[in-house]
């Protein structure tokens, strides 16, 4: 397993489940190399069904929050358009964050850190071999890549690269929400503040510990970013407030009060992307169906490393047959959530914010 993200340790958690070798293979030094990224909403029949596999179903209810399903919607102006919260036993998208959801899943794996993986060379005599970025090299029976967007598997098996979506993200954060800025925790409740303009929306979810997630989102040439330099943080600041000048002062505020920002360019690979079959290698999650992020992504990409560990596991005989027959499930199952997002990220950053609460109300009606 190529990549130690929520696909690649559940494909490996599951496997050690029923007593099946896997070493997972991943790139960054420790599990606490980078920050893990905002929270997940794993959602009844993908991502919680993936952790029933796995047998974490029960530990992942104890450490999730269902209140964080909440959702509120304002226009640029302040005004609450929709205000849902979820009732007392609502458990269909409970929300975990990403750093506690990979504790619970690397438990007792082989992870081999600072790992990372140069290139995948399909068809040796021992199956795929790997080639490592310190020059080392080991074959292994088969190799699945859940290494991402920028998947170094992908290649060995499509020369397909991921595209610009038209579409780029600006992530900012704030600590300790409700001691250091209780407006701004009050604005955003238990769950997300959505508020949407034309071509441009802020987000922010709360996280466990006080913690949140700020997005900023706009359409823009993939050259054309709101500073020069996104490592100066208050040029970065200046330039955002600007792109979002005339919103409300509570939703300015949330960018004014961010500390450091990272953009992220949404890229997305194409809707029905699929390759031909070659024996030793496979691809899951990202690596095979980059889509927009609207919480499908972790969610099919948890199923289908479960989904597969329980096959291999089931036939290990014929592990050629088995992943054969898994890609072609996941392929016609992601291609429809592929259009799904896609359609989805084109009415939340749209022309008319009136798409995107059209679109909640179809999802989540009020």
Do not use: C
Not at 156 to 168: D, E, F, I, K, N
Not at 299 to 326: I, K, Q, T, Y
Request: hydrophobic share 40%; no cysteine.
């Amino acid at each position: 397993m190529v990549g130690g993200g929520p696909a690649g340790l559940t494909f490996a958690r599951v496997l050690h489940r029923y007593g099946h070798p896997v070493t997972v293979l991943e790139r960054d030094p420790a599990p606490d190399a980078r920050p893990p990224g905002g929270t997940l909403d794993l959602h009844e029949g993908l991502g919680q069904l993936a952790l029933d596999k796995a047998g974490l179903l029960g530990r992942f209810e104890e450490l999730s929050r269902p209140e964080g399903q909440a959702m509120r919607i304002l226009d640029t102006a302040g005004n609450v358009l929709r205000d849902w919260r979820p009732g007392p036993d609502d458990r269909a998208n409970p929300e975990i964050d990403r750093g506690q959801l990979r504790d619970l899943l690397l438990g007792p794996l082989d992870v081999r850190w600072g790992r990372g993986v140069a290139q995948v060379l399909p068809g040796t005599g021992d199956g795929a071999l790997v080639r490592f970025e310190d020059g080392r090299q080991e074959a292994f029976d088969l190799v699945v890549g859940a290494d991402g967007a920028w998947s170094r598997v992908r290649p060995a098996l499509s020369p397909v690269r991921p595209h610009y979506t038209g579409v780029t993200l600006v992530e900012t954060s704030l600590d300790d929400v409700d001691t250091r800025h209780p407006d701004l925790a009050r604005l955003i409740g238990d769950g997300s503040v959505a508020v949407y303009g034309a071509n441009r929306a802020v987000v922010a979810q709360r996280n466990s510990g006080g913690h949140v997630k700020v997005y900023a989102k706009f359409r823009a040439p993939l050259d054309r970013h709101p500073s020069p330099d996104p490592a100066d943080t208050d040029a970065e600041r200046a330039g955002l407030l600007s792109l979002f000048d005339g919103w409300a002062e509570p939703v300015l505020e949330l960018l004014r009060r961010g500390t450091a920002f990272v953009r992220r360019p949404l890229h997305v690979l194409p809707v029905s992307h699929t390759w031909s079959h070659v024996p030793g290698v496979t691809l899951l999650g990202d690596a095979a169906h980059l889509m927009p992020p609207l919480g499908a992504g972790a969610n099919l990409a948890m199923l289908e490393g479960a989904e597969l560990a329980e096959a291999v596991a089931a036939d290990s005989g014929d592990l050629d047959g088995v992943v054969r027959a898994f890609e072609e499930r996941m392929w016609a199952r992601a291609g429809g959530w592929s259009r799904m997002t896609t359609a989805g990220l084109e009415r939340l950053v749209s022309p008319d914010p009136a798409d995107a609460l059209a679109l909640f109300d179809e999802l989540q009606p009020s």
